[in-house]
C-alpha cells in the first residue's frame, strides 16, 4: 500500500472515529493481517484484506453511531 493511501485512509478513520480510537482500529487492523510487516510491503493480497477489514470496522462504526443518535431522538 501506498502511504498516501494509508494516510488517506487514516484522515478518513479518525475524522469519523476521533484521533485515539481511529489510528488504534489501524494498528488493530494491520497487525492481524500482517503483524510483523510495514505498511507499504504489504502483498496485494494482504493489501486488499487489510481494506477491507478497515471499511468492515468503519461501516460497523458508523453504524453504531447513526444507532446512538436515533436513540437520543425518541
Do not use: F
Not at 6 to 29: F, H, P, Q, Y
Request: hydrophobic letters at 30%; charged letters at 45%; proline letters at 1%.
Amino acid at each position: 500500500m501506498k502511504i498516501e493511501e494509508w494516510n488517506k485512509i487514516e484522515e478518513v478513520m479518525t475524522e469519523l472515529m476521533g484521533w485515539d480510537r481511529g489510528i488504534g482500529v489501524m494498528c488493530d487492523e494491520h497487525r492481524s493481517v500482517a503483524a510483523k510487516k510495514p505498511v507499504y510491503d504489504l502483498t496485494e493480497r494482504e493489501d486488499k484484506k487489510l481494506k477491507y477489514r478497515l471499511r468492515k470496522r468503519y461501516i460497523q462504526y458508523q453504524n453504531r453511531t447513526i444507532q446512538d443518535i436515533e436513540e437520543k431522538d425518541n
